[in-house]
């Protein structure tokens, strides 16, 4: 599966942002999707994820309550919504997929990812 990022962008610490992940293929539904983060210097950071099917969704402890994943099998696209940013949130955020059996498994290990997209800056301004 290839995979497209986009919807970074600039905002002021307390806004919103929702990023995009396009995906291409017959079945993204069997892809749980990730989303990840990076800052230079620094390792890859786990976001959040939701299974293939969308019923399951794991989030960091940085980003609870704050950040929202979602997907639409029919578009073949997941969502980042995020809210409340914070300056700490800038970095450049990459979606990547992993064909999953296993529904409800959690996979915030960035190694685990096979299939990533090009990444999108997030820059949160104070």
């Known amino acids: 599966v290839q995979l497209q990022a986009s919807g970074g962008g600039l905002v002021q610490a307390g806004g919103s942002l929702r990023l995009s992940c396009a995906a291409s293929g017959r079945t993204f539904s069997s892809y749980a999707v990730g989303w990840f983060r990076q800052v230079p210097g620094k390792e890859r950071e786990f976001v959040a994820q939701?299974?293939?099917?969308?019923?399951?969704?794991y989030y960091s402890d940085s980003v609870k309550g704050r950040f929202t994943i979602s997907r639409d099998n029919a578009k073949n696209t997941v969502y980042l919504q995020m809210n409340n940013l914070k300056p700490e949130d800038t970095a450049v955020y990459y979606c990547?997929?992993?064909?999953?059996?296993?529904?409800?498994?959690?996979?915030?290990?960035?190694?685990?990812?096979?299939?990533w997209g090009q990444g999108t800056q997030v820059t949160v301004s104070s």
């Open positions: 939701i299974s293939g099917g969308g019923t399951y969704t």
């Open positions: 990547a997929a992993k064909y999953a059996l296993r529904s409800g498994a959690r996979y915030d290990d960035f190694t685990e990812y096979p299939s």
